[in-house]
T-cell receptor
Framework: ELKVEQNPLFLSMQEGKNYTIYCNYSTTSDRLYWYRQDPGKSLESLFVLLSNGAVKQEGRLMASLDTKARLSTLHITAAVHDLSATYFCAVDSYGQNFVFGPGTRLSVLP | DSGVTQTPKHLITATGQRVTLRCSPRSGDLSVYWYQQSLDQGLQFLIQYYNGEERAKGNILERFSAQQFPDLHSELNLSSLELGDSALYFC????????????????FGSGTQLSVL
């Protein structure tokens, strides 16, 4: 059974600081996704990572994928309050569909 | 706006009742996925349909059922409701079904908040 873990589950950080969220998964997969969810809202796709070594960047967020280590990271650079949200990684494993991690609730404090 | 429409946005009902949640996928998307989100269980995959046929099944209770109609909209039926069924139910759509070589991105609707009293 495919399992997806995220670390940390809760993250409180100050504006301007850098931090990394980690996503580990248990079975082989070449595709990993990052989503953002604002409180009470739907999920918004941030990144799709399709191969080992893939790196995607959008604004202050950068995601990477290491399929050999079964690890993806979401790096936050110089955090701002607008980045406060819950971030989910999800793994697409054929036959098991999209399995989401538990989410990392990020609070960026002024 | 993701293009995925879910109705109703909120639903309040009593234990033992039956409800139907509706989802219209993005134009052109053939796959519909249903997820349940609760505080203690996180995002749980329930079921996927592709072009009218069931493609994959997750942690869906026997009291729950779904279908996808010829016009590609989908309905999730929840029966004999229990307090623990209270959750946010999301529908998502994508172009194709999962499989080797298929690049997927899910587009989520705004969800239906179900409260069972």
């Amino acid at each position: 059974e495919l399992k997806v873990e995220q670390n940390p589950l809760f993250l409180s950080m100050q504006e301007g600081k850098n931090y990394t969220i980690y996503c580990n998964y248990s079975t082989t997969s070449d595709r990993l996704y990052w989503y953002r969810q604002d409180p009470g809202k739907s999920l918004e796709s941030l990144f799709v990572l399709l191969s080992n070594g893939a790196v995607k960047q959008e604004g202050r967020l950068m995601a990477s994928l290491d399929t050999k280590a079964r690890l993806s990271t979401l790096h936050i650079t110089a955090a701002v309050h607008d980045l406060s949200a819950t971030y989910f990684c999800a793994v697409d494993s054929y036959g098991q569909n999209f399995v989401f991690g538990p989410g990392t609730r990020l609070s960026v404090l002024p | 706006d993701s293009g995925v429409t879910q109705t109703p946005k909120h639903l309040i009902t009593a234990t033992g009742q039956r409800v139907t949640l509706r989802c219209s996928p993005r134009s052109g998307d053939l796959s519909v996925y249903w997820y349940q989100q609760s505080l203690d269980q996180g995002l749980q995959f329930l079921i996927q349909y592709y072009n009218g046929e069931e493609r994959a099944k997750g942690n869906i209770l026997e009291r729950f059922s779904a279908q996808q109609f010829p016009d590609l909209h989908s309905e999730l039926n929840l029966s004999s409701l229990e307090l623990g069924d209270s959750a946010l139910y999301f529908c998502a759509s994508s172009v194709a079904g999962t499989g080797p070589g298929t690049v997927e991105k899910l587009f989520f609707g705004s969800g239906t908040q179900l409260s069972v009293l």
